[in-house]
């Protein structure tokens, strides 16, 4: 599935801040003329998880790619080695010699509160709780999340269970991008629910909340999956509607752009 194109209505906004949401953890943030990837999965198929979505294509290359972890279904390396960009691939500690050994090139490391400017806009790294080890034999690189600043402000959380210092960024971001489920039909440790998800965003206070990491990936049948794979986003927001109420949810579809 291609991006959408801009409507003409849109060509003066998108210069500002656009995002579209490409699945799981893969989103495309358009802000100040800047094109930025988060967790590029591109594939049909990660080891043995399946997309029961559209798979997306790129059209047009990128400026930034962020890593939040080293995970498979976060850091797919024929997607990060296929993808055309300009721009360097940012990552946690200790990423760089793996990503390198493994074909991915222009990786820069960053730990929480390290910070980069791409053009105009600035990208610092946030602390995030999840598990640091690619299972099963690859290596150990602390998760992070991002903050990305322009003329607006996006939040990426990566993976990440709720923890209270998520309230350091109360108030100072206009659009939070926040994992609300997984693949299976439960989730674990280190990863946010609808609940806790709609929790974070009562400490962070955005003005938009947009749910991601949701309806993406599943085992392949006859492996039990959730039953509806949408329950999640919808339930993120009808949660926040209450915990935050001046916060605005938008739920995408994968593939789908919003410009705010």
Same mark, same amino acid.
């Given at each position: ?78 997607? /990060?080695?296929?993808? #055309?960009?300009?721009?360097? +691939?940012?990552?946690?500690? @200790? =990423?760089? *010699?793996?990503?390198?050994?493994? $074909? ?87 990863? /946010?629910?609808?609940? #806790?998800?709609?929790?974070? +965003?009562?400490?962070?206070? @955005? =003005?938009? *909340?947009?749910?991601?990491?949701? $309806? ?45």
């Amino acid at each position: 599935m291609g991006l959408p194109a801009p409507t003409a209505a849109e060509t003066d906004k998108q210069t500002r801040l656009a995002i579209t949401w490409l699945g799981h953890a893969t989103v495309l943030i358009e802000l100040d003329g800047h094109r930025i990837i988060t967790d590029p999965v591109l594939r049909n198929r990660i080891g043995p998880l399946i997309r029961i979505g559209p798979r997306p294509q790129l059209l047009e290359s990128v400026d930034c790619t962020l890593l939040s972890h080293l995970h498979a279904d976060h850091a797919d390396l024929p997607s /990060l080695r296929t993808l #055309s960009q300009s721009g360097p +691939v940012l990552a946690p500690c @200790p =990423a760089h *010699a793996w990503l390198g050994d493994h $074909g991915v090139r222009r990786v820069r490391e960053l730990a929480p509160g390290g910070e980069v400017s791409v053009g105009h806009v600035r990208i610092s790294a946030t602390v995030a709780r999840h598990d640091p080890r690619r299972r099963p034999f690859g290596p150990r690189a602390d998760p992070i999340g991002y903050v990305i600043r322009g003329s607006s402000s996006v939040y990426f959380a990566g993976d990440t269970d709720l923890f209270l210092d998520m309230a350091q960024l109360h108030g100072s971001v206009d659009v939070a991008l926040l994992p609300v489920w997984g693949w299976g039909p439960s989730v674990g440790a280190g990863h /946010l629910d609808p609940q #806790s998800a709609a929790a974070a +965003v009562a400490l962070i206070a @955005p =003005a938009v *909340a947009i749910p991601i990491h949701w $309806g993406t990936f599943a085992l392949p049948r006859p492996v039990k999956r959730l039953a509806d794979p949408s329950r999640p986003a919808r339930d993120f927001k009808a949660l926040t509607e209450q915990y935050s109420p001046s916060t605005e949810v938008r739920v995408l579809n994968p593939g789908q752009r919003t410009v705010l």
